[in-house]
């Protein structure tokens, strides 16, 4: 069973670029949700794909979106950088509502903006 | 405000020592599930909580969901290095959709040898 994983491991970008990060489900899951941890903070909820539509978004601007493709893995962009935008990006995979299909997180994006 | 709350928010013991972390909050849940992250690692699952008083054990942790269901707590007995890790209780949010997961901002424990 492979589980989740995400790439680019590491990114630096300037303030003002566009990153494009991306996460592999783990097998059979067809739930992606895209979670937010800055330093000394917990996770927060950025938005969820299921069968490639967005299913819920929490407290983000637009400039933060994302994709699911048909074999469920998933990508997060984020147009016009803020320095505030560095965080570790955590992808998360499910076969449904945090409430009834527990999450498996992949090691996370780490993302720096200078 | 934050919706979870937990304390301490730094712990740093000696291999051996019992310790107990706590998740706090005004709101009442329909579970409240428990994370350990460890350092350039995502959170894993521990345990989910769904029954007022419940309290469940794995291997050396125990939690316990309040009578309430409005708090919870992590106890960790003889505590070892490869417990060093944040520990993250999340839920979720009353009103919010069940897609939405809210975490605290955890507690950082320091076990060492």
């Known amino acids: 069973e492979t589980g989740v994983t995400q790439s680019p491991t590491h990114l630096i970008k300037t303030r003002g670029q566009q990153v494009t990060l991306r996460c592999s489900s783990q097998?059979?899951?067809?739930?992606v949700s895209w979670y937010q941890q800055a330093l000394g903070q917990g996770p927060q909820f950025i938005f969820q794909?299921?069968?490639?539509?967005?299913?819920g978004r929490g407290n983000f601007p637009p400039r933060f979106s994302g994709l699911q493709f048909p074999n469920y893995s998933s990508e997060l962009n984020v147009n016009a950088l803020e320095l505030d935008d560095s965080a570790l990006y955590l992808c998360?995979?499910?076969?449904?509502?945090?409430?009834?299909?527990?999450?498996?997180f992949g090691n996370g994006t780490r993302l720096t903006v200078t | 405000t934050q919706l979870l709350e937990q304390s301490p928010q730094f712990l740093s013991i000696q291999e051996g020592e019992n310790l107990t972390v706590y998740c706090n909050s005004s709101?009442?849940?329909?579970?409240l599930q428990w994370y350990r992250q460890e350092p350039g690692e995502g959170p894993v699952l521990l345990v989910t909580?769904?029954?007022?008083?419940e309290v469940k054990k794995l291997k050396r942790l125990t939690f316990q969901f309040g009578d309430a269901r409005k708090d919870s707590s992590l106890h960790i007995t003889a505590a070892q290095p490869g417990d060093t890790g944040l520990y993250l209780c999340?839920?979720?949010?009353?009103?919010?959709?069940?897609?939405?997961?809210?975490f605290g901002k955890g507690t950082k424990l320091s076990v060492i040898p």
């Open positions: 794909y299921y069968r490639e539509e967005e299913n």
């Open positions: 709101s009442v849940f329909s579970s």
């Open positions: 999340a839920a979720i949010r009353p009103g919010a959709g069940s897609y939405q997961l809210t």
């Open positions: 998360a995979s499910s076969l449904g509502t945090p409430d009834n299909s527990p999450l498996h």
């Open positions: 909580v769904v029954t007022g008083g």
């Open positions: 097998s059979g899951h067809n739930t």
